[in-house]
């Protein structure tokens, strides 16, 4: 089966965003994705065109990609870590892109598909607005009524279901969207916690890459191998049903004030828990990581 995704990630302050989009084209060259758009959820600019690179290295450039344009949102150094290199060296050789805004490029994207899994690698802004938004020019339908009749599934990286106490970072740099999404998204969101990824790194296949390869760059920033809560989420969104995690259903899914993970059961949503040894799981993320 090829799932559809649409993507929509914070990329800019740690690598693993970088990840996630090199292992999606890689599935998407095997048939099994199809790469309906990527969202960017924060407002600076590099960011974007980091996406836009990426995409043209793997010989997308038709992939949609869209940027927040609705606030200041994630500005600053440290969200930009690489971006700026990435976004000099691309526009050393194209014009400055046009980039839609997030919202109306998922909008565009959910008009015309159906059976859409949306992947969400950062905080929810975006998924709140698309909920958020009225009928425009695009489609007749409201943003919630979108996602529910287009929209199959979300996963999210999100949350932390080992340590209750521990506000994760993409969650808690947003509360009120992440909890508008957790109350008011009308399909199952499923999560891919903080405690998945942390003591997985992958990117040994970056090593023998072209110089030229901005993923192989990203990663040299942060020498050379990357945590992967990032693509996990995007392995499991593309692999739904898998050997290496289970997913845990029936599950009401908030957060509190600060962040933190509240999990109880009776609800529509669920997480994901590791069903492999550490070392299978980043053997099989670093096939895919190149």
């Not at 606030?71 to 014009?95: A, T």
């Amino acid at each position: 089966m090829t799932e559809k995704i649409l993507l929509d990630t914070d990329i800019g302050s740690d690598c693993d965003d970088a990840g996630a989009i090199a292992i999606l084209h890689n599935f998407s060259k095997e048939g099994k994705a199809e790469i309906l758009g990527i969202t960017h959820c924060g407002s600076e600019i590099g960011g974007a065109i980091t996406i836009k690179a990426i995409n043209e290295w793997y010989g997308r450039e038709d992939i949609l990609v869209g940027k927040y344009t609705q606030g200041v949102f994630l500005e600053g150094e440290f969200y930009r870590k690489f971006s700026d290199k990435i976004m000099k060296h691309y526009l050393e050789k194209n014009e400055m892109p046009y980039l839609p805004d997030s919202v109306k490029t998922m909008r565009r994207v959910l008009s015309e598909n159906k059976d859409v899994t949306v992947v969400t690698i950062g905080m929810l802004n975006n998924v709140a607005n698309l909920l958020k938004s009225e009928p425009d020019e695009i489609s007749e339908e409201s943003g919630f009524e979108l996602v529910r009749d287009r929209v199959r599934c979300i996963y999210s990286m999100g949350g932390n279901f080992e340590d209750s106490e521990y506000a994760e970072f993409n969650i808690r740099m947003d509360t009120t969207s992440a909890n508008y999404v957790a109350s008011r998204c009308p399909v199952p969101v499923i999560y891919a916690g903080f405690e998945l990824g942390k003591d997985i790194k992958t990117g040994t296949f970056l090593d023998t890459a072209k110089d030229e390869h901005p993923v192989k760059q990203i990663y040299e920033i942060f020498g050379g191998r990357g945590f992967n809560w990032d693509p996990i989420t995007v392995y499991c969104a593309i692999n739904q049903e898998n050997k290496l995690f289970k997913k845990i259903s029936g599950k009401q899914i908030t957060f509190d004030d600060e962040g933190k993970t509240v999990c109880k059961d009776g609800g529509k949503d669920g997480y994901l828990v590791m069903e492999a040894e550490p070392e299978l799981i980043r053997m099989e993320l670093d096939k895919y990581l190149r």
